[in-house]
Nanobody, 121 residues
Framework: QAHVVESGGGLVQAGGSLRLSCETSDTESINAMNWYRQAPGKQRELVGGISSSESDETNYVDSVKGRFTISRDNAKNIVYLQMNSLKPEDTAVYYC??????????????WGQGTQVTVSS
């Protein structure tokens, strides 16, 4: 059973920055990953994603393009979501959904526990 741990959420003023992390254990690796968010009373939405570790292509929803950046550190089995120029409408619980490999085997997709991001105006 793989697991994925998120960290990095918090409270920030509008215009500020936060970096979220999503990591797995030393014996596992993250292949593709998507970041989602869910604001109160709204459905969970896809924020962006990064493709396989071989290509590292990224994509983003229009509302965060130019402000958010997804990157990875393969040595540390971590994928980051750098969020700049934050807006109050970015307030949500952020989740990562990662495709996990171990020993060359695809273990499937796993969700992180979620981390709260609150942007004050």
């Amino acid at each position: 059973q793989a697991h994925v741990v998120e960290s990095g959420g918090g409270l920030v003023q509008a215009g500020g920055s936060l970096r979220l992390s999503c990591e797995t254990s030393d014996t596992e690796s993250i292949n593709a990953m998507n970041w989602y968010r869910q604001a109160p009373g709204k459905q969970r939405e896809l924020v962006g994603g990064i493709s396989s570790s071989e290509s590292d292509e990224t994509n983003y929803v229009d509302s965060v393009k130019g402000r958010f950046t997804i990157s990875r550190d393969n040595a540390k089995n971590i994928v980051y979501l750098q969020m700049n120029s934050l807006k109050p409408e970015d307030t949500a619980v952020y989740y990562c959904n990662a495709e996990i490999y171990s020993g060359g085997n695809n273990l499937g997709d796993y969700w992180g526990q979620g981390t709260q991001v609150t942007v004050s105006s």
